[in-house]
């Protein structure tokens, strides 16, 4: 799975299991400005990325996330909440850190011109080890075992992904290149060793999904040190394949953000879970940073200096 080719180059919005509860908005009230204020990660042209500062941006990302995952990739709405607030929103996002990509050229429509109006465009979901396990664990722990796993590496520090996706107009290089360098930012102010999360394949028919879900399990299933499974109640196997395939059209067939994540150096845990509320199959990402190949870590620099504002 060699290739000079970035993780950007491979990327597509994520749509991966998220949960269906509606948190309520008091729950929401988060001390922004009790915190000091982060500074821009990173720029390119009039996009920067940097974390959210208010709740009126993480409102802006959570309307974001609506739109992508619900009105663009047709997840089921589950609650009133959602519908009449426009708004992705469920009791993680009171815990995580989020990284948003702004475009600060943006306008809109006024009386006769348009007005300034700086806009949020992506967004990633950011929880790490240390917040998690004071609020009950990570999100992925609802489809994933990570128990053990988070007991073999007790020295390290973990960050789950999640919650990601770029407003259909600005899926280009230059937004995901600086989702991907905040990320790398992130990484190295807060000392992150491990990264976790969700990922989907599109659908849910199990046979028709069976040669990526065989090409995982059999190229990059995490090794005994990194092993993961899916809870029992959840588990699907996913070496399927009963004869020859296809590797080079199974690997093409996988959503391009799992291949941006295995060029990066991540391994795929033990068994799939399938989401028919949201039409996916989920499998769990798991990135040790020593993986990472020394050329995307030249590519972002290695103070992630490379879009520094």
């Known amino acids: 799975m060699t290739s000079d080719r970035l993780p950007w180059q491979l990327w597509r919005p994520e749509f991966s299991r998220f949960a269906a509860s509606f948190s309520p908005i008091k729950k929401l009230m988060i001390p922004f400005e009790k915190a000091p204020r982060d500074a821009v990660l990173g720029r390119i042209g009039q996009l920067e990325v ?61 009386n006769g011109r348009a007005k300034p109006k700086p806009k949020i465009v992506g967004t990633y979901r950011l929880l790490r080890q240390d917040v998690a396990m004071r609020h009950g664990g990570f ?7 990570l128990t053990d796993l988070l007991a073999r590496h007790a020295g390290k520090r973990f960050l789950e992904l999640g919650r990601s996706c770029v407003m259909r107009e600005y899926r280009t290089k230059r937004t995901v290149e600086l ?12 000392k992150i060793d491990v990264m976790i999360g969700c990922a989907s394949l599109h659908g849910t028919d199990i046979d028709h999904l069976s040669d990526q879900l065989t090409l995982l ?10 092993q993961v499974r899916a809870h029992p109640h959840h588990y699907v196997a996913m070496d399927r394949a009963t004869g020859s395939f296809s590797e080079r059209q199974a690997l093409a067939a996988l959503p391009p953000l799992i291949k941006g994540y295995l060029r990066l150096g991540a391994y795929i845990g033990d068994g799939a879970v399938v989401d028919h509320a949201f039409g996916t199959t989920d499998v769990l990402v798991v990135l040790p940073v020593e993986n990472i190949s020394p050329r995307y870590i030249t590519h972002y620099g290695e103070d992630a200096g490379r879009y520094a504002a």
């Open 139 to 145: 999100y992925s722990q609802s489809e994933f075992d």
């Open 50 to 110: 940097r974390l959210v500062r208010t709740r009126r941006e993480l409102h802006a990302a959570q309307r974001l996330r609506f739109v992508v995952f619900y009105e663009e990739k047709l997840a089921q709405v589950t609650t009133g909440g959602m519908t009449r607030f426009g708004r992705d929103v469920d009791d993680f996002d009171a815990i995580c850190d989020h990284l948003i990509v702004i475009d600060n050229a943006a306008h809109e429509p006024g």
């Open 179 to 190: 989702l991907w360098h905040g990320i790398w930012s992130y990484i190295l102010r807060h």
């Open 217 to 226: 399990s059999r190229a990059v299933r995490t090794p005994d040190e990194w």
